[in-house]
C-alpha cells in the first residue's frame, strides 16, 4: 500500500495576454509622444527664455512649474516603457517558472519512491 497516491491532473493556466505587435505599437507611440512633448518643453523653454535657467532652483515662477510638470509627465512615460518591454518577457518567465515546478515534481516524486522502496 502506498504511503502517498499521486495522480496528475492537467490544471489550465489563462493569463492574459496582449500580443507583441500591439505591445510594440504602444511603445512606438510612448516614444513618439515623449519626443514631442520634449520637443514642445525646449520650445517653450526657449520662447520664455529659460533655455540656461535652472528650473529645480527657482521652481516658484510659473513657467518653471510647468516644465517641471511637463518632465513629470515624460519620466512617467519613460517608466511605462520600460513596464511595457518586461511585459514582454511574461511568456518566457511563465515557462521558467514552470520548468521548475516540473523539476521539483520531479524530486519529490523520486523521493517518495525511494521511501515507499524502503518501507
Known amino acids: 500500500m502506498p504511503i502517498v497516491k499521486i495522480e496528475s491532473q492537467k490544471v489550465n493556466i489563462n ?4 500580443d507583441l505587435e500591439t505591445i510594440e505599437k504602444t511603445i ?22 529659460l533655455e540656461n535657467y535652472n528650473c ?11 516644465i ?9 512615460i519613460d ?5 511595457l518591454k518586461s511585459y514582454k518577457n511574461i511568456p ?3 515557462y521558467k517558472i514552470l520548468k521548475i515546478k516540473d523539476v521539483w ?12 522502496k524502503i518501507t
Request: some cysteine; proline content about 2%.
Open 92 to 94: 518566457q518567465d511563465v
Open 68 to 76: 517641471l510638470n511637463a518632465q513629470s509627465l515624460i519620466s512617467s
Open 28 to 49: 512606438d507611440d510612448f516614444e513618439a509622444t515623449k519626443l514631442q512633448w520634449q520637443e514642445e518643453i525646449n520650445r517653450a523653454k526657449k520662447e520664455w527664455n
Open 105 to 116: 515534481i520531479e524530486q519529490i516524486l523520486c523521493n517518495l519512491e525511494t521511501i515507499s
Open 15 to 18: 493569463i492574459p495576454w496582449v
Open 56 to 66: 529645480v532652483e527657482a521652481s516658484s515662477s510659473a513657467e518653471c512649474k510647468n
Open 79 to 83: 517608466r511605462n516603457i520600460e513596464i
